[in-house]
């Protein structure tokens, strides 16, 4: 073969001669590194690139926290290696040991290919081929998974969605060794596991991948991004478009009860239009937004560093960039995400996909110095190019606060369907929910609201009923209880209207139907006020809330005015609960214990309630007050004397302990058409155990009265203990920022401009 090829060598020109020494040379190396003439294929280029790994090597050791991040990677990563490979043949649900060892591999896969770019050192390479080739060896002859649960089966693991969770990291893995491997090697992997892996996603399971839908998302991106790296145009195709001329039946669901394809929409670009709203809200709500944000831009980054002229961040007016900063928003002062929809409590902005969120948006974005202050408090960056200028920026001290204010968010494409309001004023936040269905995650939940003072819940969401990753609670999968209590309409701090569900809890009516904003204002730093309608919850009747946070000097706290008018042709039961959390003080009305605890009704979520108490509201004013952890809070609501007061707890029915033991007071109306729930919820004082003192226990309020409501305003007086009196009116119509209003109550007259008056 030598004298072949120096024979030749007689025959070149000089540039010849030099390249095919390369070639040579190359091909005898250790590190097997390929020389590719088109900079289009050079590798790696989706997340990292070859100029950022030079940029990187350049300022090793010099960087804290990319420097931080790095040595925790390689600990984690050498220790991999030492324990050896196993890609066991996959047998179980979430949470079970052969998916929590594919689960590990992908991240184990990624972390390694990182290393050996930046730190060259061969063993890396070594290690992710090896294991690389373990799946090839056994993808070729795997059968789909033996556990039948998902509308998607996998392979490696029991549904599509986690099968695409691995391809979309170990893509980034392969891209990071690809010249290290020999052609043969590429040819074997791409042969026998990416393309087949890409296809069995894909083309065998359309209806997973040709929707609409978070679990979408992460199918496109690992299409995509397996495709970038194989220079596959029609993979890529593929994920950007939707499978070509397949349509799928638009009344199919999927486990979650969402429709697979109703409007026909599918690919990459049609889940950042149809999903996220103007203002970068998802549809889904956080706790999903959170979760499709990793494949929305580790594949948005591979575009743009791929195919540039996709301009894949600048589309639909920079949604995706735009988006993280909405999440930022719907998280509270601890980082922790509003449970909104289905959301499991506690994930926060810590996550790793918002690690990968903050830096992208610095890095592609208008390197908003606010974002650096969330990556300090991460305390760890991606390690690759975006990942080192947020720790650039880091170490030169550009970090800013960030600052989170009240804010509203529209729901829907064109931002027409709804939207979530955050209310902030000092340490309380409240967030008001009038979006839309929000897909299959989606709860029966218009017009409800939480409140929380310094990340603590004060009025709490329950949020989703599942052990995520937990194998003994149902495979780590959603409960039954989900659909039983979570998704249910007096699991929420909202109305229900004869023990039933908002649009009788039916998925098609729901996605069909949105509340509509009716005023936001936030420009009164010492009132903050939403407002919103619907009229189609419930056949006949009509709801409007409007909610407010008022900061004022006769009061310690800001505290909540909550105003609930509901109108019907025909008279209802109207059930108004407060989910409360911590120990009851006090109560200004009677109530008495029953005997034997039993459920409040038999279906729509009331199976899951006992009743502990029973009560009557008995004057014009119920007062109830709780401690919880070591903070006073009050809640005072108008009653004309009429009101049932049920106290209830969850946990009736659920002979498998799946639900929370968590309390809440309840307020009934019976036998009436119109009417109209007012609170005040007050946050007060402090209890210190130590000291075992207790500071400013007791309700600031001596009076809430309705003095006014009709059509077009409802007024409503605030007396203090102090004897101070302020009026709240909010105009129910005209609520335009320059309506001018003038209105007379009680012989005075007020006057006033915009959505709201408050003096």
């Known amino acids: 073969m030598g004298s072949y090829f120096f024979y030749k060598f007689k025959k070149m020109n000089k540039f010849k001669t030099l390249l095919l020494v390369l070639i040579i040379f190359s091909s005898c190396s250790e590190k097997k590194e390929v020389l590719v003439s088109d900079d289009k294929n050079q590798h790696p280029s989706l997340i990292l690139t070859k100029q950022g790994v030079k940029n990187i090597r350049a300022q090793l050791g010099t960087i804290p926290v990319f420097d931080n991040t790095l040595k925790a990677v390689q600990e984690e990563i050498d220790a991999e290696i030492a324990l050896g490979i196993e890609t066991p043949i996959p047998k179980d649900y979430s949470g079970g040991y052969t998916h929590v060892r594919h689960k590990r591999n992908m991240i184990v896969l990624q972390k390694a290919g990182v290393l050996y770019q930046i730190l060259n050192d061969e063993k890396y390479a070594k290690y992710a081929k090896d294991m690389l080739m373990q799946y090839e060896e056994m993808y070729k002859t795997l059968p789909l998974h033996p556990k039948t649960r998902s509308y998607a089966r996998g392979k490696l693991f029991w549904q599509c969605l986690n099968d695409s969770n691995w391809l979309v990291y170990v893509s980034q893995a392969y ?3 690809y010249n290290y491997l020999s052609e043969e090697e590429r040819n074997k992997l791409e042969t026998n596991l990416f393309k087949p892996f890409a296809d069995h996603i894909s083309i065998d399971n359309p209806q997973f991948y040709q929707r609409v839908h978070n679990h979408s998302t992460w199918g496109n991106a690992a299409v995509g991004m397996i495709g970038l790296v194989m220079n596959d145009q029609e993979l890529i195709d593929r994920a950007l478009y939707g499978i070509k001329d397949l349509k799928l039946d638009a009344k199919e669901k999927d486990d979650d ?10 690919g990459f670009l049609a889940n950042i239009e149809e999903p996220f709203s103007p203002d970068g809200y998802y549809n889904e709500g956080p706790y999903y937004q959170r979760y499709a944000m990793y494949p929305f831009l580790v594949f948005a980054e591979g575009l743009h560093n791929v195919k540039p002229e996709l301009k894949i961040f600048e589309y639909k007016k920079g949604v995706l960039l735009k988006s993280i900063n909405a999440l930022l928003n719907l998280s509270d002062a601890d980082g922790d995400f509003f449970p909104l929809n289905d959301g499991q409590k506690g994930m926060s902005y810590y996550n790793d996909a918002l690690v ?24 760890k960056v991606l390690l690759d190019d975006s990942g080192l200028a947020v720790a650039v920026g880091i170490k030169n001290g550009k970090a800013e606060p960030f600052y989170k204010k009240s804010i509203n968010l529209s729901d829907g494409p064109e931002g027409k369907q709804g939207g979530v309001a955050i209310l902030r ?21 218009k017009l409800s609201y939480s409140v929380y003072e310094k990340g603590d819940e004060v009025l709490q969401d329950y949020g989703l009923a599942r052990f995520v990753n937990i194998e003994q609670k149902g495979g780590g999968n959603y409960l039954k209880e989900n659909k039983t209590w979570a998704k249910q309409t007096i699991a ?3 109305v229900t209207q004869n023990e039933t569900s908002h649009y009788n809890g039916k998925y098609e009516i729901g996605s069909q139907n949105h509340p509509d904003l009716h005023y936001f204002s936030s420009a009164n730093k010492n009132v903050q006020v939403s407002s919103a309608k619907v009229s189609n919850t419930y056949p006949g009747t009509d709801m409007q809330r409007t909610v407010a946070i008022i900061k004022d000097e006769d009061f310690e706290k800001p505290y909540v005015l909550d105003i609930m008018k509901v109108v019907s042709n025909k008279a209802n039961q109207y059930d108004f609960p407060y989910y409360f959390l911590g120990q009851v003080l006090n109560t200004n009305f009677e109530y ?8 409040l ?9 006992y009743i502990e108490g029973t009560g009557k509201s008995n004057k014009d004013n119920t007062k109830f007050s709780w401690l919880n952890k070591g903070k006073f809070y009050s809640l005072t609501t108008i009653s004309d004397g009429k009101d049932e007061i049920f106290f209830t707890r969850i946990g009736a029915n659920d002979p498998e302990f799946n639900l929370r033991r968590e309390a809440a007071i309840m307020l009934r109306r019976k036998n009436i058409k119109n009417t109209i729930f007012v609170s005040a919820i007050e946050a007060h004082g402090s209890y210190s155990p130590v000291s075992e003192s207790a500071v400013n226990s007791k309700s600031s309020i001596k009076e809430l009265k309705m003095v006014l409501d009709t059509a077009d305003y409802t007024a409503i007086s605030i007396t203090t203990i102090k004897g101070t009196t302020k009026l709240f009116i909010t105009a129910n119509t005209n609520a335009s920022k320059e309506a001018k209003h003038t209105l007379k109550i009680n012989n005075k007259k007020y006057t006033w401009v915009g959505s709201y008056d408050y003096k």
């Open 175 to 177: 891209d990071c060794i």
């Open 257 to 266: 009860g969402g429709f697979l394809n109703k409007d026909g929409k599918a």
């Open 356 to 379: 990968t969120a903050v830096d992208i948006s610095y890095y592609f974005g208008k390197q908003d110095a606010g974002l650096l202050t969330i990556a300090k408090k991460q305390n």
């Open 425 to 445: 004023n000092q340490d309380m936040e409240l967030i008001f929910k009038y979006a839309s269905q929000g897909s299959s995650h989606g709860h029966y939940d």
């Open 492 to 494: 929420h701090n909202t």
């Open 592 to 599: 008495t214990h029953p005997k034997t605890l039993k459920p």
């Open 601 to 609: 009704g038999s279906k729509n979520g009331y199976q899951h309630l």
